[in-house]
């Protein structure tokens, strides 16, 4: 009897690559509408430190919709109804979300890990819904020109899966897009990120906030007994600080955040700090024939402001209520991919748009600063005007289209 690993065959209306937010979001709404789907994850689990762990309102008023939010923010979460970020000694406030009109006024911090395995859960509850998780996907099936499936390699063997549709989610990474050829304009980062954690005191308070020096850009968030920190760098500038070695970052932190004290020993290795090399970019064309890619698959999005999750869920509300009936019908067509695309590109454009904004009149500044004496103009009118944080509280909270459900749902397994 043969030992070698077995290849298996299955058939589905919609095959998604990647199982992030906008490819298990997608997955069980589809489900949800009765279309036979099966979502391809690489990895064996959700858990993956550093990943975008910042809920949003428009992605809470997604649940609400699907009567979901309750049982949703049982989940262990922290809340924060405003941003503000500390600059050259004064405490500026840069984002209100406690007027937003949804269910909930505030942004959730929780774990992606949690936030997928509940979508999946949910998914779970309809028979059409199917995820492989340690599938990795490395070749597209294509028959005259059109992609009609995917192959992954599993622990078990190849798996092939035939598909009408096969949506591309694996993030800014994309295998997918790249075996498809799709062109990718680089839109640019003046920026890398360095996360690690910190264990938190009682003594620090709740807030989540930013320090700026000049140089020097710090992200406190508030992880219940930790904060996870980012800690802001030139573009490509890891090396160089590698090279000054660990002590000098920690003593870089602890001069940012005094308070932090000795905790700042917790980072014992490098092994302890991840670099997150920023991309913004997207995709000319989101769409070949057979073959969507959305989320970061279509549009890498800055860490700045978190969005990155949120346009991810939006894209995969406006994929499934676009979608869900042509595929039903076994009917999908270039034209209901680029209405997609069409729904989706603006708010990306508006919100990369703004990211751009912030990096070139603040991030770039302070990175190139040698001293900082006065708050950025941008943010100190801000901060002097209270109901002009309502603005960025919106783009921030809700984007610049938030998705609605507009799928009914079938009966659950």
């Known amino acids: 009897m043969s030992d070698e690993p077995k290849q298996q065959t299955i058939t589905v209306q919609c095959a998604i690559a990647g199982g992030g937010p ?4 997608l997955g069980f709404l589809l489900a949800r509408a009765g279309v036979r789907v099966a979502v391809l994850e690489k990895h064996a689990d959700f858990f993956r430190d550093f990943r975008g762990d910042t809920i ?27 941003l503000g970020v500390e600059i050259a000694d004064h405490m500026v406030q840069v984002a209100d979300f406690s007027h937003l009109p949804t269910a909930a006024k505030y942004i959730a911090l929780m774990p992606q890990w949690d936030f997928l395995d509940f979508l999946a859960a949910q998914g779970r509850r309809f028979p059409t819904f199917d995820l492989h998780m340690g599938a990795d996907v490395d070749e597209l099936l294509t028959n005259n020109g059109k992609v009609v499936g995917l192959k992954a390699a599993t622990h078990a063997g190849d798996l092939e899966v035939h598909a009408d549709l096969v949506v591309g989610t694996d993030g800014r990474h994309s295998t997918v897009r ?9 839109i640019g980062a003046p920026m890398d990120v360095l996360w690690m954690r910190i264990s938190r005191s009682p003594d620090d308070g709740e807030e989540t906030m930013g320090k700026i020096e000049p140089g020097r850009f710090f992200i406190m968030i508030n992880r219940g007994d930790y904060w996870q920190c980012a800690y802001v760098i030139p573009k490509g500038g890891f090396n160089e600080v590698r ?8 003593q870089s ?8 004290g ?3 020993r917790e980072l014992e290795s490098w092994e302890d700090v991840k670099l997150l090399s920023v991309r913004v970019d997207r995709l ?3 769409y070949v024939p057979g073959l969507l890619c959305i989320g970061d698959a279509a549009h890498a999005m800055s860490p700045m402001g978190g969005v990155g999750v949120n346009l991810a869920v939006q894209d995969a509300v406006a994929a499934a209520n676009t979608l869900a009936l042509p595929l ?3 009917n999908v067509t270039e034209a209901d991919l680029a209405r997609v695309q069409k729904r989706r590109a603006l708010p990306v454009k508006l919100t990369q748009r703004m990211q751009v904004f912030l990096q070139d009149r603040v991030i770039s500044s302070v990175l190139e600063a040698k001293e900082l004496t006065e708050v950025p103009w941008p943010l100190r009118v801000l901060n002097d005007l209270p109901l002009l944080r309502r603005i960025p509280g919106r783009i921030i909270g809700l984007g610049f289209r938030p998705e609605h459900v507009a799928l009914p749902a079938v009966a659950r397994s």
Do not use: C, N, Y
Not at 63 to 81: A, I, T
């Open 22 to 25: 906008a490819g298990v979001m």
């Open 262 to 264: 000795v905790r700042v």
């Open 243 to 250: 090279r000054k070695g660990l002590e000098a970052l920690r």
């Open 253 to 260: 932190i602890m001069a940012l955040k005094p308070s932090i």
């Open 56 to 82: 949003h309102p428009s992605t809470m008023e997604v649940m609400h919709e699907l009567g979901l939010l309750d049982e949703f923010l049982k989940l262990p979460h922290q809340k924060v109804d405003h």
């Open 328 to 330: 039903l019908e076994r």
């Open 284 to 286: 000319k064309k989101w």
């Open 178 to 186: 790249s075996l498809a050829r799709m062109e990718v304009e680089d």
